[in-house]
């Protein structure tokens, strides 16, 4: 087995044509997307895009734990201690090449399908969710958790949780909550969901396929694919489906201290949805201000726009205290205890909001180049 933390293969298939094949390869990190892994699936994602024998492409993970738990924060957390306020460079090439890699994904001129089993999370659900063809499995878990560590639901979870149904997006950016594979496709993040077991029968059907050559055509055969390998699937309960009409309730309005309010003050014997609110109550007050304030912002943008936004949001994060204070409780020290600044949301001012949100740079966007 290679070290590297990528690994590409293609698949012959019938008709001489080719598919590719992606695997993050980082299982004992759970696949956390790093610098590495972006920098080795953008040129080839790109290849295989401009290669006219190539009919498809597929993206899993290796291990049965995780296709992917999120960012890899390990390294750019020393760079937030190096340079506090300060122009982090590191910071802005990793969030610039990330948002290459997800906008290069949703705008994908191919079947791209994406095997999310096991833990879909941060940074993991930005690769999946501008797929084509986006699969779950029974095991599959999903989240947007980074209010837990000081951050803002990123990757181009401004534009997909606000398209949603109700406000179930919002939801699950304030509260972290964590969704099975029912709930990702009644959300709109995953499209089918197929056993686990299973995938070496959709692998072997997209090797027996005579592909068309053509985007459309092709789409439509690996969905015919991916509904055969899904026959007879039970999927589970979904709890947003269950709970639509108590999560609208709690996310209604136009004000957060409104939703605040009733977060706080929720009680139910539901315990995912008790744990949404509690996590919610613990989570950064910069992070739901933030999260909260793109929520209203991005409906009319292109997706162009709300990833040009939102990598200055992240650079804005990055200057800020609580990314890094969320980073050390969750992921170095593990206290689970952060200390953030502000620690009410009462306390955040409008000039906070426009600091976190504003160009860090002058000069054409580092990320003028999307469409």
């Avoid at 401004?158 to 969704?179: E, K």
């Avoid at 068309?212 to 690996?222: C, S, T, V, Y």
């Avoid at 000039?351 to 469409?371: C, T, V, W």
């Amino acid at each position: 087995m290679t070290d590297s933390v990528v690994l590409f293969e293609e698949i012959q298939t019938t008709g001489g044509q080719r598919f590719g094949v992606a695997t993050l390869n980082a299982p004992s990190a759970l696949n956390a997307l790093s610098v590495d892994m972006v920098r080795l699936l953008l040129p080839k994602f790109r290849e295989w895009a401009d290669d006219a024998q190539v009919v498809g492409v597929m993206l899993q993970a290796a291990g049965e734990k995780a296709f992917s738990a999120g960012g890899d924060l390990r390294q750019l957390y020393q760079t937030l201690l190096e340079c506090g306020p300060k122009r982090n460079t590191y910071a802005e090439d990793f969030f610039r090449e990330e948002y290459e890699l997800d906008y290069l994904i949703h705008t994908f001129p191919k079947p791209l399908m994406c095997w999310g089993h096991g833990i879909v999370m941060g940074g993991g659900v930005g690769l999946m969710a501008g797929c084509s063809h986006r699969v779950v499995t029974q095991q599959s878990r999903v989240a947007m958790p980074e209010i837990n560590i000081g951050l803002y639901p990123d990757v181009g979870g401004s534009w997909f949780l606000r398209r949603m149904p109700g406000r179930t997006g919002l939801f699950l950016a304030l509260t972290a909550a964590q969704v099975n594979a029912a709930d990702a496709i009644f959300s709109g993040l995953a499209d089918v969901l197929v056993p686990q077991e299973r995938k070496a029968q959709v692998l072997d059907a997209i090797a027996e396929t005579r592909w068309a050559g053509e985007a459309k055509a092709d789409r439509a055969e690996l969905s015919r694919i991916l509904a055969r390998a899904s026959e007879g699937a039970e999927l589970p309960p979904s709890k947003l489906r269950v709970h639509y009409d108590i999560i609208n309730a709690l996310m209604a309005g136009e004000d957060l201290l409104d939703i605040a309010k009733r977060l706080h003050n929720f009680k139910s014997d539901d315990a995912w949805l008790q744990g949404a609110a509690q996590a919610f109550a613990k989570g950064a007050p910069s992070s739901a201000a933030i999260t909260f304030e793109l929520w209203q912002r991005v409906p009319r943008m292109s997706l162009a726009e709300v990833f040009r936004l939102e990598y200055w949001a992240s650079l804005g994060f990055c200057a800020h205290a609580d990314f890094a204070e969320g980073i050390r409780a969750v992921l170095i020290d593990k206290d689970r205890n952060p200390k953030w600044q502000p620690a009410r949301l009462e306390d955040i001012t409008r000039d906070f909001i426009e600091d976190h949100l504003r160009a860090r740079a002058n000069g054409p966007h580092p990320l003028a180049q999307l469409a």
